[in-house]
């Protein structure tokens, strides 16, 4: 077994409130996008781009999207999504995935959604091999039309993830995980 294999055994991410400074630097940042980029990508269309949100624009962001929250009408749990608000604050570095994803002649949109969220993976992972804890997220306002001028989204795009980065020394906690034999399985004749 290569130390990719155990790596990849025991991958677990960090839960964003655990995330203090360090985060990557500039370069470190563009080697994690570069890493983050090389994922499947049928018909190489790069249905997807990267775009760092500084902790000033995420501030702003932050009182944009509570604005939104309490001018929303019949908004189920508000104190829940504020919560999930308030998460795009905790961690030095934060870096949205965007798909780009439209239609194509002969490459579905799904496919390239999935491609989006294998960079999103490859964020994660990138990120750690620098030595960086990270975890990916969504939240109610990537769902949201009217949030979408506040999260810079062209026309057309979505956030496949808000993935944070940084460092933590909170020792990470297994989760149950599926039973190999009940999502694995060899199909007969």
Not at 2 to 11: P, S
Request: proline fraction near 7%; charged fraction near 25%.
């Amino acid at each position: 077994m290569t130390d990719l294999t155990e790596y990849m055994k025991k991958r677990r991410s960090s839960l964003s409130l655990t995330l203090d400074a360090p985060g990557p630097d500039a370069d470190q940042l563009r080697s994690i996008v570069e890493i983050a980029s090389r994922v499947p990508d049928h018909g190489k269309l790069g249905p997807w781009r990267f775009e760092l949100w500084p902790i000033a624009v995420r501030q702003k962001m932050h009182g944009e999207l509570l604005q939104l929250l309490a001018r929303l009408p019949d908004i189920d749990d508000p104190q829940k999504k504020a919560q999930a608000a308030d998460k795009i604050l905790h961690a030095p570095c934060v870096i949205a995935v965007i798909s780009t994803a439209g239609e194509h002649p002969k490459i579905p949109v799904w496919e390239q959604h999935l491609s989006a969220g294998a960079a999103c993976m490859n964020t994660l992972i990138a990120a750690n091999a620098f030595g960086f804890e990270a975890q990916w997220l969504t939240a109610w306002y990537i769902y949201e039309d009217q949030a979408r001028s506040i999260l810079g989204l062209n026309t057309g795009e979505q956030i496949a993830g808000i993935v944070h980065i940084g460092s933590s020394s909170v020792p990470k906690t297994e989760r149950p995980r599926p039973e190999i034999d009940s999502i694995f399985s060899v199909r007969e004749g």
